[in-house]
């Protein structure tokens, strides 16, 4: 029997019984075929970067249905006879690209590109849904969700949605965001589905037929009578026990990890069984199949025609659970027994028993029975041979109310979660509904709560019996939200606890509230639609350079034939490897084995430091004189640090076999690890700073002090970390070469330091070294130092077996291992005079660099550099780098300097509250005069003409109409009770450094122009620059056709041996350190060929140039180092930010309702680059001030460690209207072309977003003090980062209803 799928149109057969049932689809995709456009990020059903299209054909109906699924969850025998769609199914450089390929690139929504070919198959599947509607059209509104729940951490998301919203029909050309297409008023062309792909070929459709049941592991009965007597032989079975899975979308292995690595004795694919694919309307109520997937239930309830206000809102709560791509395959009966057996915290479960469903169950002792939802929720876990048949839920008309006419049902549902549009569990979710007389009169109602850390959905009966009968008043709404809250108490251990528990009453006041006014005064603010202005100055001076070219290679990354590490074939006999981690801070090794002593499948061996060639060391960081250990020898010095590499002949079984490996660890006689700064301190266990890093202090702060005439003393701050979450994570591939030489694909940062720490590590000449990097799917700083024990555990393995060893890290493990951000606890004195002028700053700074230095050196200069971009008068710190039992921190984009930011805002705001003044007023004037600038910065303030921040500030100011929008806040924060709004400007200041960079320009014998550098294409656009300058370059030899010469040039990957000293990509300066390094090899280029012209006497072009060249003997290969030379190597980057915001008090939920960037680019290299760089950089700040919990337990583990928990911003959290402008600020001699850096410095900007969060959450809590009097918050506040929702809720009071009532009734009993 055969297992038979088209892919991209071509057919794949294979022999069922060969087939390993648990195989997902991606691994398939990946690893057996050639198409390797599908993305592994997460493989948990969180990111969206291996989205197909899958289209199932109907033999009956005649009819292709084609939806978008996640491959990392889908089994591939499920999707037998089914046809598969990749991006470069959609088009490829092949045949040509797909318009959607093009659109992407056209509107540079592609930086890194890992993400974006799951981006392209979800547009391109709503644009094809959309042709089959019955409108034919794609508005606006469909083209901002086409995308949601997919993932991208470079862009921002805005030219994506851009890229979508350029084929919807009702788009305004002057809305869409800054493209290569066309002029203002032209249009582009829509979507044009004749041509469309041809989703499900011909010959697939013949072969339809039922693979049955026989004797294989993957069974498909078609009806349930075969279903039960296959489960009845399997039952029967029982001395030789028979495991059975039962199957629908097999989703919820992304939430039961372990689920993916059991093996049954069969898997009983469910979803061919008709019965249970229908949805039947009867007469009271409707019937819907448990394996009907939740797309297509929200479908059949927006088409049901009674109870539709009942229906339709479920349909939209429904919405929000996962995405799209989840969805079109998870099930509702599969949602509903995760709830009933493993007690996820489901929606379905919460809104179902609200609406009153019930549950047909069929078990083959009892039969069919039917319970109703909260009985099957209640019950003992479902036995693995039952099944859930069918959902039933009642048509809720009147014959349903229990009264007359004149009652009226109404039916909510809310959830609170991090992501307003879904892919993000809730806190708590709620569903009420309640049958009301006079519109007053609750006549009875049924209150659901779920998720908020009960076993499961429940009802709050003795609320609701309170409520029946009752009239809505402020005393029925207190008492219902005080028993409430004796019902709706989180497990102990639940996270968030005290806010989980505060939103209940938050919800029921809400709906209850309705009824009393008759409007939602407290309706949340429905997400308005996203829109966005963008503002460049393109300047010809240095054409091509100056110009938005597209991106280098972006199509590529689009249709998915980019090829990143993991996308190397795999050389024959290639192995597998998967890290083995610390579980303990500070502990001895005794052993390591096998959980039962058993070698796991497919298992080669286990790498650990005893496999270090005796010749080498055991290194897996070497950045000049520092190392540190690749293995843990006897000691492990932090939760996360590598103590071996398990080898084995997939990636699949290495994984697998990690989480099989149990480490003996003894701690009996050792010290106690150091879990903090604070210990760190007191145990002096400090790592040095060298002094040439150590920044410089300002002028007298004991002078500054006394001449204060407000002091705040001794006031702390603490800052927590962020992970990466690069979309690729890490990996490599090492292949042994001869003569004891290796080669290393690796996805990494600084190749040369890679380099030369598998030299060391193997013990051989850095010359047998081969480091190769194409390019990286996003590093954001973690690819530097942590890309290198991948490397190198890599190589030591390939070396030790003699075969290639690749590893593909997990996403958990690269959590786990990689860290992030590095932590720190500030304590702060603050002098300052009545007007807000500061005059001293005295800061001691304790900064958690983990257990290892790493380059954490850096930190003390960037915080301090960035912290300085206010005139504190005078500056003194004491920082300290501490050495902990913590993972070790990288340096992450902006390492230092936002946190250094965000401590500057935050003592610029204490002093604005402690002297009751605007904090606008305080930050202006403590901005820097060129003078104080030049005070404090030295030489990399420049010249008087480059400092341009204050004069950005100013015109802000006009530009986002700053005034008038702090006054509209006013009256809006006057006038709404359970919504406030803040605005904040933030300006930033940025130092960046040059460094020596190499790179090499060729030109070969038909005229193309190979070029090399040794900065990383990591997404950043390094390369497409790269080309502009090398254009730049040549074109100065004026000869016929050096117009075009940008389409002649490729830049090739890094490769160590070819480019030494490539240094490192990293503190934004790279790219123009390259172009400088591309441009003085150009210069030597066209010093050789300037004879040639002269000689030519007239006219030449540039082939001929070059064939004469060539005919000559003029070298045309020229390669050089740029080094920064006399010009300051630092300089300093200005930018400036508005953001206005608005909290939701009932939930915390803070909505970015705008944002204004203005930002200082020099004159830019590629202005499409840089802005893309300054949105991509901002909505990653957003992330680290708003969004992203990086928690850890007191040991250092990490709990925060998978998509489910780890929260970056997606589409619905960016800035609804986002307005970026670059501000060409003229010529820098200094600079590269007159050019500044973009990476990083915008992420600063973010900290506007969590100032105006500020701003709100004082206005929440002044209400509150009215409401409280004496016993109200304090007006001196410090908001901590992340102002995630509980930490929002919890400033604005998590009482704020009961508060709310109480002063109600105080003021009502006093008339
Ligand atoms: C990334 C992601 C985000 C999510 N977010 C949310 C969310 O916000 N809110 C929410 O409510 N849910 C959420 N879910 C859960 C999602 O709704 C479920 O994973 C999905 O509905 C499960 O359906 P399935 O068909 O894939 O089930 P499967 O994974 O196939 O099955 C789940 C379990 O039920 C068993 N089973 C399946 N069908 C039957 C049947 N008919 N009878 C007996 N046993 C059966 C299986 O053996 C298995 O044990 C999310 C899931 C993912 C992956
Ligand atoms: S890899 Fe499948 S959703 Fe992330
Ligand atoms: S471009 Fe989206 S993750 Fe890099």
Redesign the pocket.
Known sequence: MSLVLAINGQRFELELSSVDPSTTLLEFLRYQTPFKSVKLSCG???CGACVVLLSRYDPILKNVEDFTASSC?TLLCSVNHCSITTSEGLGNSRDGFHSIHNRFTGFHASQCGFCTPGMSVSLFSALLDSTKSSSQEFTVLEAEKAVSGNLCRCTGYRPIIDACKSFASNVDIEDLGFNSFCKKGDSLPRFDSEKRVCTFPEFLKDEIKCIGFGSYKWCSPESVEELQSLLGACKANSDDVVSV???????????YKDEKERSYDKYVD?TRIAE?REVRERHDRVEIG??VT?SKVIAALKEMRLSKMLFGKLAAHME????RF?RN???????L??AQ?QH?P???ATILVAAGASINIMSLSRGIEKVTLEEFLQGPP?DAY???LSIEIPFWHHEHSSSGTNSELLFETYRAAPRPQ?????YLNAAFLAEVKDTKVIINCRLAFGAFGTKHAIRCKEVEEFLSGKVITDNVLYEAITLLGKIVRPQDGTSNLAYRSSLAPGFLFKFLHSLKTEKQPSSHLDQPMLSSSQRVLIDKEFYPVGEAATKSGASLQASGEAVYVDDIPAPTNCLYGAFIYSTKPFAKIKGMRFKENSVPDGVVGVISCKDVPKSGNNVGFKFSSFTEPLFADEFTLHVGQCIGLVVADTQRHADSAATLAVVDYETDGLEPPILSVDEAVKKSSLFEVYPFLYPQQVGDTSKGMSEADHRILSSEIRIGSQYFFYMETQTALAVPDEDNSIVVYSSCQIPQYVHSTVAASLGIPENKVRIITRRVGGGFGGKAVRSMPVATACAVAANKLQRPVRTYVNRKTDMIMTGGRHPMKITYSVGFKSTGKITALELEILIDAGATLGLSMLMPSNIIGALKKYNWGALSFDIKLCKTNLLSKAIMRAPGDVQGTYIAEAIIENVASSLSLEVDTIRKINLHTYESLALFYKDAAGEPHEYTLSSMWDKMGVSSKFEERVSTVRDFNGSNIWRKRGISRVPIIYPVSMFATPGRVSVLSDGTIVVEVGGIELGQGLWTKVKQMAGYTLGLLQCDGTEELVDKIRVVQSDTLSMVQGNFTGGSTTSEGSCAAVRLCCETLVKRLKPLIEKSGGPISWNNLISQAYAQSVNLSASDLYTPGETPTRYLNYGVAVSEVEVDLVTGKTTVLQTDILYDSGKSLNPAVDLGQIEGAFVQGLGFFMLEEYITDSEGRLLTDSTWTYKIPTVDTIPRQFNVEILNSGCHEKRVLSSKASGEPPLLLAASVHCATREAVKEARKQLRIWKGEDGPSLMFQLPVPASMPVVKELCGLDIVESYLDWKSQVNSSF
């Open positions: 948990e059903g969180g969850l899975k039962l199957v629908a979308g097999n989703t919820s292995t992304g939430y469910l249970m448990a394996v939740i929000k659970i996962a995405a989840i395959i998870g099930s509702i009966g599969g949602n027994i995760m057996r996820f489901s929606d379905m479902l039952d099944l859930v879904g892919s993000a569990l809730a």
